[in-house]
Structures are given as structure tokens and as C-alpha cells.
């Protein structure tokens, strides 16, 4: 399985959230999965895509060519695409990912997980989604998702059933391989 990992590539996270990161990419390799990201060096992106390298994972990095002047880019990536723009990277991220896991991330992650979410209700895809809650970091936004449902501004059955959540490595692979 192809899995594509969205997540902050600040180099301000806290450390928690990194060596968690490392160890989803370790895990992802391990279960012989290929590790699709934003090829970024640093935070989160940098600590996943080090634990699959490290683990002899296949991993494919994807980047507009000018986001190396925001962070580093991932160079032990076994293929990088460039692109000119986030939307042709996200785009990108779609065709060759076969699921996706939310880790925690800013604005561009938020970006990247609501696309995922709205095409998925969309039927343009249907993959699957995991948001991992790791140290509880995504409760206020699945707290905001609830408000929305209780205000009627989205769907409760359908809208919510467009993604899963787990708070645990082994969690985020329980829904990915046997859900």
C-alpha cells in the first residue's frame, strides 16, 4: 500500500511529535508499505520519511521546486517529483497514494486534509483517511467538526464516515490493513 502522510515540516514542533513521526515511518516500512509525503527534511515530514528510510522503506517525496526556500528537502528519497505548484502536488499526492494519515500539522496540512476529506465525500476517490490524534493534538478540531454537526452545517453520517481517527501507531494500521 502506498500510504501518504500529511504532517507539519516546522522545525518548532515539539519532539514528541517528531519521534512519534519516526516511528510511523518505521512501522510503515516494516509492514512493507511505500512511505508518498511532502518531501520536506524537517518536522514531522523529515522525521516520517527517516524512520521508512531507515527501515529500508521505499519513499516518494513531492515538492514544488521552490519549497526549498521555506525548508529542507528530503535527499535519500528513492523518487522526487517537483512540481510548479501545491495544487499539482496535491493532485499528485492523490494519484499515487493508495490512503492517507493526518499527523499533526499546520495551515498546509489542514489544506492537504480537508482537500483529501471533500473529494473523498465528492466521490473522486475512496481511499482511506486516518486522522492520528497523537498526544490528543487534532481533539479541538474534532471538537470544531462536532459544533459544525450540531450547528446542521454538515452532515453527521455521511460527512463524519469520510475519515477515521486513531491515537496509536498501531490504531492508525488497524483501520488501514483490516478495516
Same mark, same amino acid.
Given at each position: 500500500m502506498?500510504?501518504?502522510?500529511y504532517g +507539519?515540516?516546522?522545525?518548532?514542533i515539539k =519532539?514528541?511529535y517528531? &519521534?512519534e ?5 518505521e512501522?510503515i +516500512?516494516?509492514r512493507?508499505? $511505500?512511505l ?5 527534511s524537517?518536522g514531522?515530514?523529515? +522525521?516520517?520519511?527517516?524512520g521508512a528510510i531507515?527501515n ?5 517525496g513531492?515538492a ?11 535527499? $535519500? ?7 510548479? =505548484?501545491m495544487d499539482e502536488?496535491?493532485?499528485l499526492f492523490?494519484e499515487?497514494? &493508495?490512503a492517507?494519515?493526518i ?7 489542514? $489544506?492537504?486534509f480537508y482537500e483529501?476529506i471533500v473529494l473523498k465525500?465528492?466521490?473522486?476517490h475512496d481511499?482511506k483517511?486516518?486522522?492520528f ?11 470544531m467538526i $462536532?459544533?459544525m454537526?450540531e ?5 453527521a453520517?455521511r460527512?463524519?464516515?469520510?475519515f ?10 488497524k483501520?488501514l490493513e483490516r478495516?
Amino acid at each position: 500500500m502506498r500510504i501518504c502522510v500529511y504532517g +507539519a515540516g516546522s522545525t518548532q514542533i515539539k =519532539s514528541k511529535y517528531t &519521534d512519534e513521526a519516526y516511528k510511523l515511518g518505521e512501522e510503515i +516500512a516494516k509492514r512493507g508499505h $511505500d512511505l508518498v509525503f511532502g518531501g520536506g527534511s524537517t518536522g514531522i515530514m523529515g +522525521a516520517v520519511s527517516k524512520g521508512a528510510i531507515d527501515n529500508h522503506g521505499k519513499v516518494l517525496g513531492i515538492a514544488p521546486e521552490w519549497m526549498e526556500e521555506f525548508e529542507g528537502i528530503c535527499k $535519500d528519497c528513492d523518487e522526487f517529483i517537483y512540481t510548479e =505548484s501545491m495544487d499539482e502536488r496535491k493532485k499528485l499526492f492523490l494519484e499515487n497514494s &493508495d490512503a492517507f494519515i493526518i499527523a499533526p500539522g499546520g495551515i498546509g496540512t489542514l $489544506d492537504e486534509f480537508y482537500e483529501v476529506i471533500v473529494l473523498k465525500k465528492l466521490n473522486r476517490h475512496d481511499k482511506k483517511i486516518v486522522i492520528f490524534n497523537m498526544f490528543n493534538y487534532y481533539d479541538h478540531m474534532l471538537e470544531m467538526i $462536532d459544533f459544525m454537526i450540531e450547528e446542521g452545517v454538515i452532515r453527521a453520517g455521511r460527512d463524519k464516515k469520510t475519515f477515521k481517527i486513531a491515537d496509536s501507531i498501531e490504531k492508525v494500521f488497524k483501520i488501514l490493513e483490516r478495516e
